[in-house]
């Protein structure tokens, strides 16, 4: 049974209730108790399998019972056994979607307990009507009993009939017990059916009245697979039902109650998913923040009918061209073909009819708003202006500006949701152990550069566990241990602390078992089990379920980051200084430092030329010695300060002269005496957002901190505001592919399945790959050229694109007969078919050559790199201009023409060297030989004006 959820579980166990046997494979004695139960025929639950099962298991699966002198037999292990025919074996796995071999799917039954979205909304009305209005669903759960017990009754009636009639003799009406039986039943049966008559008619109205709470069941079964469908991103987000409606009944119990039905179902709604968003971001990384709230939004608006799927699935994959013959000439010179391609693409759908005819018609204004800093925020051209709603837009700035989807997004979330969706809260630990209970495991999810052990030990001092609490780093030879330590922190209350996790994976199904019985036994109230791992598949997927994960990666912005230093800051530590004045502005500068060195990361090379993982322990050794050097010296000691955090405290992490240059800069702006006697000193080029607040109490500086932007701009970090753009795609790019990710496979828009898209996207690949170039045609025609070192790169390049060319088409071909089901769908079929899909490359297509390309642009590309190479083998001729990025191996082909230039010249190899020109003629008066010149195109180059014709940067 597939149970990811345990709803297989409390099934079986409420089925086979005193009877049942319970084991797992981590058991030792787990044979023993499979054989007792064979012998006298109890059943048995085999948890928490994966998808290999023990040989040990095989002869019960083959079912190998033989008969030998009237008894049954089956050999387990190294004897054979009584079978009695009474027993009864369940398997329950927690993974989600696992893969049996067809030997195990043959010998058993396999049945999916996944729970579905109308199934568990059915569940969650019934929770939220028991807590609402128990009268109803008391009555309600009475009526089912008693209109079963009638239909029993009535079956009972009939069984009994039909046995006195099988039993008479003689004339049936000198049978006075069948006689009086009958004139007993009908009179039972007309009682029992007005009975049934009256309870349905109550049924249906006891379920008007429960349909008044469906839209808040339909609402939490939404947001619960929406938290669930997040263990597909990564192998740590693992929530249990069982977690999800226990806080499902926390938000029944401390939302606003209204005595209007429909004001109470949207406080209840409203609290419910802000609820679900605060619980879920404290498990969540940075990155997958904006991607959870965004789901959550959409998934809000398709149910509700309030979003069209074409247009949203467009968004997610853009525009596929692989034929440009027929395609529209794009009219705009400033537009790249990537760009036009999405809108030609864009204007197939309903509400785009004319939108690329725009762009002839209203080319200047469309130049406008690409160009602008902020498209998204710019009117749009035309009718389009006042015609397209948010997601509309959100299509055009998808199609034409990628750096700015993520602002969108964020808007798009704001406007739907609210503006508290896209402000993740702080982690707050104390809110976390109030949170858990002795049975509930505390796990952090590591991240680079990030140690949470001291801020839990802060926390124990603070809470009073201070001498309570153990700590161990599990490694070889640490588990017995880690045991003991639990075993004592159950009796006696402690605190225990396992990190990490991930370095002694094999002792994790011990660890399960452990955590399993906490479940079972009375620990003591105040017992805590902290856990911490990096992000591993291995982890127990039962342990992750049951506990409470908080990740402990740094926040995204300026303003998160703040905040968390802040609150890793006591009000205690924050007031210990005996120079408040001084302490209390360099402590906000020494924050904004650190935040702004974590921040330039997101810039990648223009941030730092090599990324280094600043972390807590810096911000907390600076915050000391800036502390302790203002309380010792009269006149603040600038340099000594500067040169022990900016030199050796966060300087210790940085290797490039260039990065440490620009740690020295940030220092001296931020620390210097301005600071101190200049009134709200600016932190930045942008004068009215980031300064030093006027002195005031602790929660003063928290809250100017709350007022400061979620989006920081690039001048906030001393940026040019285009060197953000990179970063913003990249994000773009991961939130369309995570998005893409989540999508069912199974969907169709508007009457075509994904099957028949993929069919027709796959024919059309199919029908624009080239041909394959004759290879021992090319070697007669280049007859003794063929073995100089063009000659030989020729061939090879032939080789590979010949072998691509065959993948493709057989690949493509296997994925037809498997749609068809003519053959089996194998995993590298399935990838190709998800790929296909998403309008992505299959990865087993880019190993020739890579390229981030989407497929149709893929797709041209590969004809055109055939092209050049089938003209080159077709005439025996070098072209005079080659294409570089059309070699899969460039290298080569440059050593190459090395190799011909020296020999042209008769000199070594060894003393030429390359120089540079970009030309600035066409290719048609482009001339040249191998002996002085190679003309390469392909390089990226932009000049001054963007076309590189001014042959200059």
Known sequence: MIDPQCQAIKWIKNM???????????????????ENSIQFGTPVLLQNVQETLDPSLAPILDKAVIKQGGRLLIKLGDKEVDYNPEFKFYITTRLSNPHYTPEIATKTTIVNFAVKEVGLEAQLLAIVVRRERPDLEEQKDNLVLNISAGKRKLVELEDEILRL????????????VLVETLQTSKHTSQEISEQLEISEETEEKIDLAREGYRPCAQRASILFFVLNDMGRIDPMYQFSLDAYNNLFNSSIDKSTHHAK????????????????????????????????????????????????????????????????????DNPCRWLDDASWDNITELDRLTNFHGIANSFEQYARDWHLWYTSDEPEEAMLPGEWGNSCNELQKMLIVRSLRKDRVAFCSTSFIINNLGSKFVEPPVLDMPAVVEDSNCRTPLIFVLSTGVDPTSGLVQLADEVGM??????????????????????????????VYLANCHLSLSWMPHLDKLVEQLQSEEPHPDFRLWLSSNPTKDFPISILQAGLKMTTEPPKGLKANMKRLYGLVSERTFSRCKKPEKYKKLLFTLCFFHSVLIERRKFLQLGWNIPYDFNDSDFEVSENLLNMYLDEYDETPWDALKYLIAGVNYGGHVTDDMDRRLLHTYINDFFNENVLNTAFYKLSSLNDTYYVPKDGPYQHYKDYISLLPNVDHPAAFGQHPNADITSQIRETHMLFETLLSLQPQVSSVKGESTEDKVLGLAQDVREHLPDLIDYHNTVSVLAEDRHTPMGVVLLQEILRYNHLINLIANSLSDLEKGIKGLVVMSEDLEEIFRCINEAKVPAMWSKTYPSHKPLGSWTRDLVQRVDQFFKWAHTGTMPLIFYLSYFTFPTGFLTAVLQTSARANSISVDTLSWEYTVQILDDVNITGNLRTVCTLRECIWRGRDGTGRTAAL
């Open 261 to 328: 039905l429909e004001d109470r179902i949207l406080a209840l709604n409203d609290y419910h998913t802000y609820a679900l968003f605060t619980f879920t971001c404290r498990a969540l990384f940075e990155r997958h923040k904006l991607l959870f709230s965004f789901q959550t939004c959409v998934k809000i608006m398709e149910v509700a009918g309030k979003l069209d799927m074409e247009e949203y699935f467009y968004f997610l994959k853009g525009g596929v061209v692989l034929d440009r013959e027929t395609q529209m």
């Open 16 to 34: 086979e209730k005193g009877k049942l046997k319970t084991i797992d494979l981590q058991q030792y004695d787990f044979l023993r108790t499979l």
């Open 466 to 495: 201070k001498n309570r609490f153990s700590a161990l780093s599990l490694g070889q030879g640490q588990a017995p241990l880690a045991t003991k330590l639990i075993k004592e922190g159950v009796k006696e209350g402690n605190w």
């Open 165 to 176: 009639l099988n039993a008479a003799e003689g004339s049936l009406l000198d049978d006075e």
